[in-house]
């Protein structure tokens, strides 16, 4: 299997090139892809690297291939909401609930992990975060995490909140700590949940390769804002869970005697 320099795959790579185009909305959605010769020519590749990188996104759900039409950019998933009583809202404590008691962790095998603070460009992600933010990207600052549980990785998240820069240390590579109460510091405010919304996606060629899953895995998506006390948005998240990782309860009564084991919240 023919490989570039780093080792990786062809195929992988160009499907990268080719993801990094549909999140820069290069290839919006509904856009047909270019054909396999074009591809090819372009990339100078042969057609089964391009039919083997088409096939990687499609296991992503990245892209939908019609048989004898051609190879279409998916669009993104419906939204369903969900009305909570305002009187369950509490803080916004973080991403990560370690309180697994008897689960044998060793120190630092278990926490959340700064991966990159990658520049807010305009992908489909940083429009959304904008949008529910109702800010420009220009005053949106964002990064990227990795939650780890059990000793792997369990969840990817991506934070977007409206003031910046952040503090080098807080967002340097490889730094453990729950980050949002650090955000919140960093922003001079306080988290309260406005609103979370879940749903199920799969694994991107990014994703996968930080949870150490095959591209397509299922993946819960828990989404949502935070905002100040007085209802102003002031971070906007998107969490993608090994769905092998976590399970979400919703308590209708008041439990005190039991309570479920802990996971990524």
Do not use: K
Request: one cysteine or more.
């Amino acid at each position: 299997m023919a490989a570039d320099r780093s080792g990786t795959p062809l195929y992988r790579t160009l499907a990268r090139r080719l993801q990094e185009r549909i999140d820069s909305g290069t290839y919006p959605a509904g856009t047909r892809l270019p054909s396999e010769p074009e591809l090819s020519a372009e990339f100078g590749v042969n057609r089964l690297t391009v039919r083997q990188a088409v096939a990687e996104l499609e296991r992503a759900a990245a892209v939908e291939i019609r048989r004898g039409v051609g190879t279409f950019v998916r669009g993104p998933a419906l939204r369903v909401s969900i009305d909570v009583d305002p009187r369950s809202q509490r803080f916004d404590l973080g991403s990560t609930n370690l309180a697994l008691p008897g689960d044998g962790e060793q120190p630092g095998a278990a926490g959340e992990f700064v991966v990159a603070a990658p520049p807010v460009t305009g992908s489909a992600e940083d429009l959304e975060a904008a949008r529910q933010l109702g800010r420009p990207l220009a005053e949106l600052s964002r990064v990227d995490t990795v939650t780890r549980l059990g000793g792997r990785a369990g969840a990817v998240s991506s934070y977007w909140v409206p003031f910046g820069p952040l503090p080098a240390e807080l967002v340097r590579p490889g730094r453990a700590g729950n980050l949002v109460p650090e955000l919140a510091r960093a922003g001079g405010v306080q988290l309260e949940y406005d609103w979370r919304a879940f749903g199920a996606i799969g694994a991107d060629l990014a994703d996968a390769e930080l949870l150490g899953v095959p591209v397509g895995t299922p993946l819960l998506v828990r989404e949502g804002v935070s905002c100040t006390p007085d209802g102003a948005a002031a971070l906007y998240v998107r969490r993608r869970i090994d769905g092998g990782s976590a399970r979400f309860v919703l308590h209708y009564r008041e439990r005190r005697t039991h309570r479920p084991g802990g996971g990524i919240t």
